[in-house]
């Protein structure tokens, strides 16, 4: 590993932040707020290749790593524009198809993903399992050759922009007991596929849905991968998600201290400028050290994860995810204070913050998930559940 990024990994980070600045966070708002979607920054973000950055070149993808996919995400976030769907289509889909998919699911996916024509959502949380992903319920059965799906996921993000969703589910053979998922990628004009959308406080673009699918009917090569030793499978989705997580978190955390910063330097009502009262600096120093900090870990997450040392990425990864979460909370609860009135105004965007920061440590695991993972597979404490 090296602490040094090459000259194209300095290129993208140059070209990502351009673009997204040229949108900003005044767009990004405006969109949320208007309840309309971020399509002209999407598809100009697949255009230039960013979305598919991480998906193989054979298929449309650029051919690099999660390395860069992060920085992706990071950059944009840093600029104001945190699109949750890279997170989903990209990191989760796109890897897991590129892995574990056939040649005809690869080349009927893989490209849309990467150039943003295909957005792809992801399902897995349910109303009765949440955390425990071991308690879905969502069950396929073979019809002939097809498959029958049947349950109801929640929180499921852009289903409403998504051309189809990866739908986490178990076989009717193994409908208990511990998770062997089956992965399957069901378009979302399939009859039988429903979504109501659940009504947020986050000023966000992208929204989120209850899907039901009452007895879905799709093609045998609607399943990804094996239908019965999906775990793996499903963790070469969800590490890189939590990097993203841990990215789009570390980019919020630089734009509330950039946001402080500028305002601190300038904002006076004694002698000097308010930055230079250590009640203010120190503080935002403090945030600067630990969005640095997680920043490392993600770096680490995924330089180990493109290495293919699956099993350190899971742990850096979740070390990174919880890392930049809090570092992120604090970094924008801080930013609003050094505003004063004008950190809860329309005008200075900075409370719009404040609940998706609380994102990170909720989603796509909690907080309490990741100190659960640490202490058992970490310091091999014993479990509570
Ligand atoms: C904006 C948003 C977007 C999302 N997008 C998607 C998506 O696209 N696709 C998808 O599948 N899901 C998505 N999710 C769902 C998300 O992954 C879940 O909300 C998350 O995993 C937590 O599950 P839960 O909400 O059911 O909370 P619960 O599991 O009910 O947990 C509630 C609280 O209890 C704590 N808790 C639970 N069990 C334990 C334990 N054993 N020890 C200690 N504490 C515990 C949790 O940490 C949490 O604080 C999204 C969620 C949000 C908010």
Redesign the pocket.
């Known amino acids: 590993m090296s602490f040094i990024e090459t000259e194209e990994q300095k290129a993208l980070r140059q070209a990502v932040a351009a673009m997204a600045a040229n949108y900003g966070q005044d767009y990004y708002l405006e969109k949320a707020r208007a309840g309309q979607h971020t399509t002209e920054l999407w598809s100009e973000a697949g255009k230039l290749g960013f979305i598919g950055v991480n998906l193989p070149e054979a298929y449309g993808g650029g051919g690099a790593g999660m390395y860069e996919l992060s920085l992706v995400m990071e950059e944009m976030s840093a600029n104001g524009c945190a699109l ?1 769907m890279m997170v ?1 289509s990209p990191a989760i889909n796109g890897t897991i198809i590129s892995k574990f998919g056939t040649e005809e699911q690869k080349k009927r996916w893989i490209p849309g993903i990467a150039d943003g024509s295909i957005t792809m ?5 349910e ?1 009765d ?4 992903s071991h308690r879905i319920t969502t069950t396929a059965r073979r019809d002939g050759s097809d498959w029958i799906i049947k349950g109801q ?6 289903v409403d922009q998504a051309q189809a969703i990866l739908v ?1 589910g178990r076989t009717e053979d193994h409908k208990t007991g511990n998770l062997k998922p089956a992965l399957f990628v069901i378009p979302t004009d399939t009859p039988g596929l429903h979504w109501t959308k659940i009504e ?1 406080e ?1 000023v ?1 673009p992208e929204s ?1 849905f209850q899907v039901f699918l009452d007895d879905v009917r799709v093609p045998a090569d609607a399943l990804v991968g094996s239908e019965d030793a999906a775990i793996a499978q499903l963790f070469a989705g969800l590490n890189p998600e939590r990097i993203m997580g841990a990215a789009s978190a570390v980019g919020m955390g630089r734009f509330a201290i950039n946001k402080a910063v500028d305002y601190v330097k300038t904002r006076q009502v004694w002698k000097t400028p308010i930055g230079s009262h250590q009640g203010l600096s120190h503080p935002l120093a403090q945030n600067h050290i630990e969005i640095e900090l997680a920043k490392l870990m993600m770096q680490k997450a995924a330089t180990l994860y493109d290495a293919g040392d699956d099993f350190g990425a899971a742990e850096a990864a979740n070390m990174a995810k919880y890392a930049a979460g809090e570092a992120s909370v604090r970094a924008v609860d801080q930013a609003v204070q050094s505003l004063g009135g004008n950190g809860l105004t329309k005008e200075y965007g900075i409370a719009a913050a404040v609940t998706a920061s609380k ?1 990170a440590r ?8 990741i ?2 993972f640490v202490a058992q597979t970490s310091l091999g404490l014993p479990r ?2």
Not at 121 to 125: K, V
Not at 129 to 132: L, P, V, Y
Not at 153 to 158: E, Q
């Open positions: 949750l989903v959502a992801f399902a897995i949380t109303p399992a949440g955390s425990n996921k929640t929180f499921i993000s852009g986490v947020m986050l966000s989120q994102l909720i989603a796509p695991v909690s907080r309490e998930m100190l659960n509570s559940y």
